[in-house]
DNA sequence: AATCACTACCCAGTGTGTCTAAATATATAG
DNA sequence: CTATATATTTAGACACACTGGGTAGTGATT
């Protein structure tokens, strides 16, 4: 199973943030590995391509951010928590029906 | 069902092409229609995608092309045709492969 | 004959988004 | 004190699809 290079990827990053952001608020260093996570080795994102997609979402009102909050429990670098908005969330239903297009689109002409 | 924009094809276009090429060789406006053909609609590609992207493959090795002879049957412009090299047709089965892992992959990130 | 529409190719310049690569900062382990 | 892991930020490079034009031959319409 090779690396899926930048250039497939375009246009569809986003679409997996605002997906697993879905299940549940994240900064964005876990974001990446839940990313890696479920990209089976193939996927390899560095904080230079995902960050600059988290302040463009933001942007859109897809995302909101805040500073998490001091804990005791946890001492370190501060982190900056993201969520889906309500736009992001009605954003992610219509990228989803785009991937599914593209990928029906696309599959049919690639699958000959 | 909405249009493919340009981003999301990055990476996927030559792969499209060396396709359409499989069923027999096509000077470029004809492939063009048969993407065009194939898309539902979603597709809208223009010349000043597709030739870059022929220029690319054949300077790869992937394609081979001829500019077709004059045809007492047929008078107009002159075509270049192009045809899948033994190259091309190898580059194609591991452009297939990475395209399902592709899909997989990013499909189960996206499809939650 | 002039204009239009269709086929067919070519190219220069633009722009978006991912990549590379490095800097900054805090906490823990050796 | 250094190394490692976590966590964010940013500058600059680059690939490739896009825009929008140009050339040219042919047949049909005006």
Redesign the pocket.
Known sequence: MDEI???E??????TMVLSVLERGEA????ILQRLEDAGCGALK?????L???LY?LEGLGFLAARWEANEESR??????NYRLTRKGTAELARRRASWRSFVTIIGNIVEA
């Not at 900064?27 to 876990?30: R, T, V």
Request: hydrophobic fraction near 15%.
């Open positions: 290079k930048g250039n990827l375009r246009g569809h990053l986003e900064h964005g260093y876990e994102l560095k904080e230079g391509t960050y600059p997609a463009r001492r370190g670098p501060r982190r900056r």
